[in-house]
């Protein structure tokens, strides 16, 4: 199979660079989307092995053909299952580019973007089961604020709630655009884009599962990574920042830290960067989408208890 370029991923040196890939090593891509970082772990690896996720199955039109690669088409939060049915029980690194595919923001059919008139799909996989239309049409009022305030850091979330309650018992919001003309009249002007943007990400977010997904990503990438392996993960809201921060701090999604009985921190993980890595101002002037990026790098230590 011919291998597409799509798009050059945000930090791809930096998070590449991050996983300190050995020739030999076997390194795993947690979110292949258009395969860019693939193709740049592929060429640090001579031996070594790279095994690909995405839940995405039109993923399959960029795949790589090369033997040293594997593709598993389900989502991240899978990942040991299907290590152990390929037969690895650790591997050397693992990233994870948590930004929305272009192929999935330019694409106006997935219903992804307010900017073009399509039905409010944004489903990652054909098998979960509820759409963002879906939600907006079943979620009472409270639940709809809960997901703006807490997908989205949405102001005003109980107004923007209120407002999708009372037009659906007129009008069904089904299309991005019948759900941007519904909420157009509660934002000013000059920040109209910005808090649609909000909106739409914490939707997205609802019907993907996300955050239940990283978590239980997370929850395994110490279990699976040799000591000094690197766990490499680039975010792009703070609440996906914080649940990394958290993980990388402690082990654990509240970032609490334990010790032993003397003292010693018990986590599986050390920081390699304390301050977090972000665009620099060309790749910003070239890729707006880069400018929330936040990219952490961590090195799983020796310590093997409760992982």
């Known amino acids: 199979m011919v291998a597409i370029e799509y798009h050059i991923p945000v930090l791809l040196s930096e998070s590449v660079s991050g996983l300190a890939i050995k020739p030999d090593g076997v390194y795993v891509d947690l979110t292949y989307g258009g395969g860019g970082h693939s193709r740049e772990i592929l060429k640090h690896i001579g031996s070594g092995k790279l095994i ?11 795949l790589i053909d090369d033997s040293r690669f594997e593709f598993v088409q389900h989502n991240f939060r899978y990942f040991g299952n299907y290590l152990n049915y390929l037969g690895f029980d650790k591997v050397d690194g693992i990233l994870a580019d948590l930004g929305v595919s272009s192929e999935h923001l330019d694409n106006p059919e997935r ?10 799909d944004m489903r990652m996989s054909p098998g979960l089961k509820k759409s963002a239309a879906d939600i907006l049409r079943e ?27 009372e037009t659906r018992q007129v009008n069904p919001i089904e299309t991005t655009f019948s759900l941007a003309g519904c909420l157009r009249p509660l934002f000013p002007m000059n920040r109209e884009n910005k808090m649609l943007a909000q909106v739409f990400q914490a939707l997205r ?34 609440l996906e920042d914080r649940l990394v921060k958290n993980y990388i701090k402690g082990g654990n999604a509240e970032g609490t830290i334990k010790t032993d009985l003397f003292g010693h921190t018990l986590t599986p993980f050390k920081a390699i960067n304390r301050k977090v890595i972000v665009p620099g101002d060309e790749e910003n002037n070239r890729n707006s989408r880069a400018r929330s990026a936040r990219l952490r790098i961590a090195e799983r230590t020796e310590y093997q208890a409760n992982v």
Not at 111 to 120: I, P, Q, T
Not at 217 to 238: C, D, E, F, K
Request: net charge negative; hydrophobic share 35%; glycine share 4%.
């Open 52 to 62: 690909s996720f995405d839940q995405d199955p039109a993923m399959h039109e960029r």
């Open 111 to 120: 219903g992804f973007s307010f900017r073009s008139d399509a039905h409010l």
């Open 139 to 165: 979620s009472d009022e409270q639940e709809l604020k809960r997901i703006f305030q807490e997908y989205g850091e949405v102001e005003n979330s109980h107004r923007i709630a209120r407002r999708i309650v």
């Open 205 to 238: 977010i609802a019907v993907n599962h996300e955050i239940e997904s990283l978590e239980e990503m997370l929850s395994q990438t110490a279990a699976y990574l040799n000591p000094g392996g690197r766990l490499v993960v680039i975010s792009y809201h703070s």
